[in-house]
């Protein structure tokens, strides 16, 4: 089984930065894509960007030219650094990965984290 804890998220004004953490645990398992996806209020949860095994990365148009999607195989973890943060943004945003555990193939999301941006 593998678990995601998140952290990072909080209330910033318009303009301003956030980053999200998330990392994964679990006993022998590989991570293929991992992902940050978002849930505003009325709306269905949406891909915000998405970074595969190789490093080769993906944004939701809205997103391109703030937000920076990273990840650190050795410590098993996703970033999402949000730049220029508007109101828009404001979601519950949630971690997603692909993994593998011997020939099984799973996924897992976090708990979820609420940023808001103010304006």
């Known amino acids: 089984q593998v678990q995601l804890v998140e952290s990072g998220g909080g209330l910033v004004q318009a303009g301003g930065s956030l980053r999200l953490s998330c990392a994964a645990s679990g006993r022998a398992f590989s991570i293929n894509n991992m992902g940050w996806y978002r849930q505003a209020p009325g709306k269905q949860r949406e891909l915000v960007a998405l970074?595969?095994?190789?490093?080769?990365?993906n944004y939701a148009d809205s997103v391109k030219g703030r937000f920076t999607i990273s990840r650190d195989n050795a410590k098993s973890t996703v970033y999402l650094q949000m730049n220029s943060l508007k109101p828009e943004d404001t979601a519950v945003y949630y971690c997603n990965v692909d993994f593998n555990i011997g020939f099984r193939r799973g996924s897992v999301w976090g708990q979820g984290t609420q940023v808001t941006v103010s304006s």
């Open positions: 970074v595969n095994s190789g490093g080769s990365t």
